[in-house]
Each structure stands twice: as structure tokens, then as C-alpha cells.
């Protein structure tokens, strides 16, 4: 079993904790890692680049003159794509981006993702972080403490002093054990977790 130290707020060891091996340790395979990343990023795009083609662009449907005898060039209707203001020949049009990744693919990318925080040392696990009020200053001293920039937090509940007191933080994310996914492990230097929330994870994480 993987050991790790569980500290308080001001990073006084408290005690230890043994991790689940098959959570925290297992073999790191850095194409699954690229899929499932993948994956998450091409999911937020919005894909509502649009323009109109000839069907779609109002306009008259009759021939704009003869075929002959003007002297000018043939011409159909006025939203043929050559014209000004008429329609976009193959232009964009919306789509979803979504690629579909099976749930087991999901679970074993953030149990790598996990064990390369533990592998690296930058897993730290906490009592608790219930700070005594709303205040970003008392957020920032505890990360100071710890001397980390660019954390990710989860929560095993609903905390709303350290959801707010960390919203203005740019460098930091909050998120429940819910939420936990490879994407934001690996996007985040450090990785704080509450212990009551280890458990929960290793429950939800579980093959």
C-alpha cells in the first residue's frame, strides 16, 4: 500500500494514510492519458461557426437578366456565392465536436492521472480546510504554507468559506470529488484532497 502524510492548514503532519494501490498506483499509459484530454478539450468547444449558403440567403429566385443579347456576362439568381451578398459556397456550419469515450477509459485516466501526483509528491492530503471566515487573504496564507502555485482542491462536500474565499485566486479551481477528472488533475500542478474525500474517491474509482 502507498503512504502518504496527512497535514493541517499551517502543513503539520497529523498522521498517515494508506492509499489504495489500485487507485494511486498503477502503470501510467500516456496514450490513454492524450485520448481522454482530448477528449474533455474537443467536448467544450462550441462548434457554432455558421454561414449562410445560396438556399438559405434571401433574395429573388428569377434570372437577374437574359441569357443574351445584353452583352454582359450570363447570370442566375443574385444569391449565387460570386455575388455580393449572396450565399458562402462551403462554409462552416454547426457541429459537435464530441467524442464519445467509454466510462471505463474515463476511470483508468484519472487513476493515472492520480498516480502521477503521487509519483511526483504532488498529492497532499488534508485533515480538513475549513478556513475561519470568507477571506482570500487566509486562502492565499494556507497555499503559502505549502509554497505551491497552480492547485487543484477537492472537496468531499460543499464548502462555501473556501469556494469563496478562493474564487478570486486565478492560479487555484475548487471542485468536489463528483467533478474529479483527468483533464484538471493533469492541467494543475499540485493536488490538494480532504481526506474525507479519499475515500469517496477510491469508491468511485474502483474497476
Do not use: C
Given at each position: 500500500?502507498?503512504?502518504?502524510?496527512?497535514?493541517?492548514?499551517?502543513?503539520?503532519?497529523?498522521?498517515?494514510?494508506?492509499?489504495?494501490?489500485?487507485?494511486?498506483?498503477?502503470?501510467?499509459k500516456?496514450?490513454?492519458l492524450?485520448?481522454?484530454?482530448?477528449?474533455?478539450?474537443?467536448?467544450?468547444?462550441?462548434?457554432?461557426?455558421?454561414?449562410?449558403?445560396?438556399?438559405?440567403?434571401?433574395?429573388?429566385?428569377?434570372?437577374?437578366?437574359r441569357?443574351?443579347g445584353?452583352?454582359?456576362?450570363?447570370?442566375?439568381?443574385?444569391?449565387?456565392?460570386?455575388?455580393?451578398?449572396?450565399?458562402?459556397?462551403?462554409?462552416?456550419?454547426?457541429?459537435?465536436?464530441?467524442?464519445?469515450?467509454?466510462?471505463?477509459?474515463?476511470?483508468?485516466?484519472?487513476?493515472?492521472?492520480?498516480?502521477?501526483?503521487?509519483?511526483?509528491?504532488?498529492?497532499?492530503?488534508?485533515?480538513?480546510?475549513?478556513?475561519?471566515?470568507?477571506?482570500?487573504?487566509?486562502?492565499?496564507?494556507?497555499?503559502?504554507?505549502?509554497?505551491?502555485?497552480?492547485?487543484?482542491?477537492?472537496?468531499?462536500?460543499?464548502?462555501?468559506?473556501?469556494?469563496?474565499?478562493?474564487r478570486?485566486?486565478?492560479?487555484?479551481?475548487?471542485?468536489?470529488?463528483e467533478?474529479?477528472n483527468?483533464?484538471?488533475?493533469?492541467?494543475?500542478?499540485?493536488?490538494?484532497?480532504?481526506?474525507?474525500?479519499?475515500?469517496?474517491?477510491?469508491?468511485?474509482?474502483?474497476?
Amino acid at each position: 500500500m502507498t503512504t502518504v502524510d496527512v497535514y493541517n492548514l499551517q502543513k503539520e503532519k497529523i498522521s498517515d494514510l494508506e492509499l489504495n494501490d489500485n487507485i494511486f498506483n498503477v502503470p501510467v499509459k500516456k496514450h490513454v492519458l492524450h485520448q481522454v484530454v482530448l477528449a474533455q478539450l474537443a467536448g467544450k468547444r462550441s462548434g457554432s461557426a455558421a454561414t449562410k449558403g445560396r438556399s438559405e440567403v434571401k433574395s429573388s429566385g428569377s434570372k437577374l437578366w437574359r441569357q443574351k443579347g445584353t452583352g454582359r456576362a450570363r447570370a442566375g439568381v443574385a444569391s449565387s456565392p460570386t455575388r455580393r451578398g449572396g450565399g458562402v459556397a462551403f462554409g462552416p456550419s454547426p457541429r459537435n465536436y464530441t467524442q464519445r469515450t467509454p466510462k471505463k477509459v474515463r476511470k483508468a485516466a484519472v487513476r493515472m492521472a492520480l498516480t502521477d501526483k503521487v509519483r511526483n509528491q504532488q498529492l497532499f492530503v488534508l485533515e480538513d480546510f475549513n478556513l475561519p471566515e470568507i477571506k482570500t487573504k487566509g486562502f492565499v496564507e494556507v497555499m503559502d504554507a505549502f509554497a505551491v502555485k497552480k492547485a487543484l482542491i477537492v472537496t468531499d462536500e460543499k464548502n462555501e468559506k473556501l469556494e469563496k474565499s478562493s474564487r478570486n485566486v486565478p492560479w487555484t479551481k475548487v471542485m468536489r470529488y463528483e467533478g474529479l477528472n483527468a483533464y484538471d488533475i493533469l492541467k494543475f500542478d499540485y493536488l490538494f484532497v480532504v481526506k474525507p474525500a479519499i475515500e469517496k474517491i477510491e469508491e468511485a474509482l474502483v474497476a
